[in-house]
Structures are given as structure tokens and as C-alpha cells.
Nanobody, 119 residues
């Protein structure tokens, strides 16, 4: 059973930076794709960035050039480095662990971590 836990959220001023971390367990981390999603009040949950087992990354247009996703297979973690933050980045950020279909049809969501950017 894949489990993921987020950490690193908080309050930051506009233009500042934050780093989020997602710790995974319950699976060989090297086969796990991991995504960061966010959900602001009144909005649907949206993909921010994800990384495949071989390190291929994908970003939402709204965060390209500002956010960087990276994985450390030795530590079973995926980090999201966020820079040049704006109030529009305020949301609960969720980590999603997505195993390959041959392993399981079910991924796992973390509980989320709040990111608040003040103007």
C-alpha cells in the first residue's frame, strides 16, 4: 500500500520561496510516479508538476520557470521548490503517489499542506 506524506508548507510573502517535500513508503520508490497538486478554495484540484520514475518532469503552465520538481530515490522523497510565489499560488498542496498499473490500479493522496502567499 503506497503512502505519501507532505511537509514544508507555510506562510510566505509574495516573491518568496518555499520547498515542499513528499515522503513515500510502502513501495519500491524507484517505480513510483509522483505528482504535486493544489486546490484553492472554490477551485478544482489541479496538477502543479509531476515526475516519472526515470525523472521526466511535467509542469503546469502557470508554474513553469518558477517551480522545480525533483526526486531523490535514495531518500524516497520528491521535492517541489517554489520560487517567485504570488498570492495566486495560495492553496492546499497535495502529493499523489502513482504506481504503475501492473503494480496497482490505486494511487495514494497525502493529507495536504497549506501554502499561503501574502501580498
Amino acid at each position: 500500500q503506497v503512502q505519501v506524506v507532505e511537509s514544508g508548507g507555510g506562510l510566505v510573502q509574495s516573491g518568496g520561496s518555499l520547498r515542499l517535500s513528499c515522503q513515500a513508503s510502502g513501495i519500491d520508490f524507484s517505480i513510483l510516479s509522483v505528482g504535486w497538486y493544489r486546490q484553492a478554495p472554490g477551485n478544482q484540484r489541479e496538477l502543479v508538476a509531476d515526475v516519472t520514475p526515470i525523472g521526466r518532469t511535467n509542469y503546469a503552465n502557470s508554474v513553469k520557470g518558477r517551480f522545480t520538481i525533483s526526486r531523490d530515490n535514495a531518500k524516497n522523497t520528491v521535492e517541489l521548490q517554489m520560487s517567485s510565489l504570488t498570492p495566486e499560488d495560495t492553496a492546499v498542496y497535495y502529493c499523489y503517489g502513482d504506481p504503475p498499473r501492473w503494480y496497482s490500479d490505486w494511487g495514494s493522496w497525502g493529507r495536504g499542506t497549506q501554502v499561503t502567499v501574502s501580498s
